[in-house]
Nanobody
Framework: QVQLVESGGGSVQAGGSLRLSCATS????????MGWFRQAPGKEREFVAS????????YYADSMKGRFTISRDSAKNTVYLQMNSLKPEDTAVYYC??????????????????WGQGTQVTVSS
């Protein structure tokens, strides 16, 4: 069972930045894709960004483009989400997810096989 350990959440004022990290428990693990989703209070969980592990191709939800950057460190089996120009509406629990199967539906939650416990991001105005 692969475990994902997230870190980097916290509280920040609008316009600030945070960097989330997600490390997998298995060092020899080679996923197909790793992604970030988020769930705001009272809302459904939504896609934020993903990155294919082998090629490093990133994909973003439209509302995140230009503000968020996803990256990965293959040697550390870690994926990062750099979030800049944060807005109060970015407040949510952010979840890391791993997909081991080939997929082009990077925004679809059911195409991911393992999930982290979530890390809270709070942006105040």
């Amino acid at each position: 069972q692969v475990q994902l350990v997230e870190s980097g959440g916290g509280s920040v004022q609008a316009g600030g930045s945070l960097r989330l990290s997600c490390a997998t428990s298995e060092r020899t693990f080679s996923p197909y894709v790793m992604g970030w989703f988020r769930q705001a209070p009272g809302k459904e969980r939504e896609f934020v960004a993903s990155i294919t592990w082998r090629s490093g191709n990133p994909y973003y939800a439209d509302s995140m483009k230009g503000r968020f950057t996803i990256s990965r460190d293959s040697a550390k089996n870690t994926v990062y989400l750099q979030m800049n120009s944060l807005k109060p509406e970015d407040t949510a629990v952010y979840y890391c997810a791993v997909g081991v199967r080939s997929t082009y539906r990077f925004y679809v939650q059911s195409d991911y096989d393992y999930w982290g416990q979530g890390t809270q991001v709070t942006v105040s105005s």
